[in-house]
């Protein structure tokens, strides 16, 4: 019985974290502490590796971060388990257009 208490508790606990972990997050990426955010970002992705936002997200800092292959494997796993997407497929493409080759002589 005091096991099924705490499974809800947990459930009912978590998404209040995560909003107050989110929103952590979304302060560190708007005063432009990417770095910061990206880490935190990993780290909650550990436990939630399959969350869309979390992966688009991620895309978004990698891009901010200049790490453009980074940002396009993020939206790619964030497309796959949401296909279709409009803003993911928006920042995928952007994203990809953006890389250039570089060619070495």
Request: net charge neutral.
């Amino acid at each position: 019985m005091i096991r099924k208490i705490l499974i809800l508790l947990f459930f009912f606990l978590f998404p209040l974290y995560a909003t107050e972990f989110d929103q952590q997050i979304e302060s560190l990426y708007q005063e432009g502490k990417f770095e910061d955010a990206l880490s935190r970002y990993q780290k909650l992705l550990e436990k939630t590796p399959n969350s869309i936002e979390l992966l688009y997200n991620m895309g978004n800092t990698y891009f901010k971060l200049n790490q453009r292959g980074l940002a396009i494997a993020s939206y790619r796993k964030a497309l796959k388990l949401k296909p279709y997407d409009e803003d993911i497929m928006t920042n995928l493409n952007f994203a990809r257009e953006t890389v250039t080759d570089e060619i070495v002589l």
